[in-house]
Antibody
Framework: QVQLQQSGPGLVKPSQTLSLTCAIS??????????WNWLRQSPSRGLEWLGR?????????DYAVSVKSRMTINPDTSKNQFSLQLNSVTPEDTAIYYCARVSPAFDVWGQGTVVTVSS | DIVMTQSPDSLAVSLGERATINCKSGQSLLYSSNNKDHLAWYQQKPGQPPKLLFYWASTRESGVPDRFSGSGSGADFTLTISSLQVEDVAIYYC?????????FGQGTRLEIK
């Protein structure tokens, strides 16, 4: 049974970096049939896909245009996890953040992290 | 980006009655290479992440009751609950995985009448 466990701070100051980690159990971050994603949900933006990473002999990355210049996803094979970094956050980045596996749709989700951007 | 539009925004149905939620995509989600519609349905209850109900438009995820069914092809899709139960009260979303950025519908809130 695949499980995703999210960790990271729930409060980030404006202009700082939001960092979250998603630990994988029951699957491998470098499995070549799945992709590992970050999404967020807010009342104003609904459910929003942010980006993904996947391994197909090498690592691939895709990001939503809305966050592409500020976002990085890093897979960590030694810890079997992947992380999200979102730079220069503003109050508009306040949301519930989720990690999720795609196989072929979002079939496994993390528990969600409520992130508030406020000074 | 592929725009996903659900109707209605909210729905109240009596227990035991049928509930129908529609989803329209801005383009066909039928992928020619595998002849499958890249459309999924999710159920979300308060305080929980979305739960996958269907993928490939009509393939039921393991453990989903068979009162739930998914149908449609191309750009028009439907989620049907044949006999509404109390535990079905939730928000339902459709989502396309035809091409990134993956996009969701705005959600349909289902309540008991």
């Amino acid at each position: 049974q695949v499980q995703l466990q999210q960790s990271g701070p729930g409060l980030v100051k404006p202009s700082q970096t939001l960092s979250l980690t998603c630990a994988i159990s029951g699957d491998s971050v470098s499995a070549n049939t799945v992709a590992w994603n970050w999404l967020r949900q807010s009342p104003s933006r609904g459910l929003e896909w942010l980006g993904r990473t996947y391994y197909r002999s090498k690592w691939f990355y895709d990001y939503a245009v809305s966050v592409k210049s500020r976002m990085t996803i890093n897979p960590d094979t030694s810890k079997n996890q992947f992380s999200l970094q979102l730079n220069s956050v503003t109050p508009e980045d306040t949301a519930i953040y989720y990690c999720a596996r795609v196989s072929p749709a979002f079939d496994v989700w993390g528990q969600g992290t409520v992130v508030t951007v406020s000074s | 980006d592929i725009v996903m539009t659900q109707s209605p925004d909210s729905l109240a149905v009596s227990l035991g009655e049928r509930a129908t939620i529609n989803c329209k995509s801005g383009q066909s989600l039928l992928y020619s290479s595998n002849n499958k519609d890249h459309l999924a349905w999710y159920q979300q209850k308060p305080g929980q992440p979305p739960k996958l109900l269907f993928y490939w438009a009509s393939t039921r995820e393991s453990g989903v009751p068979d009162r739930f069914s998914g149908s449609g092809s191309g750009a028009d899709f439907t989620l049907t609950i044949s006999s509404l139960q109390v535990e079905d009260v939730a928000i339902y979303y459709c989502q396309q995985y035809y091409s990134p950025p993956y996009t969701f519908g705005q959600g349909t809130r289902l309540e008991i009448k």
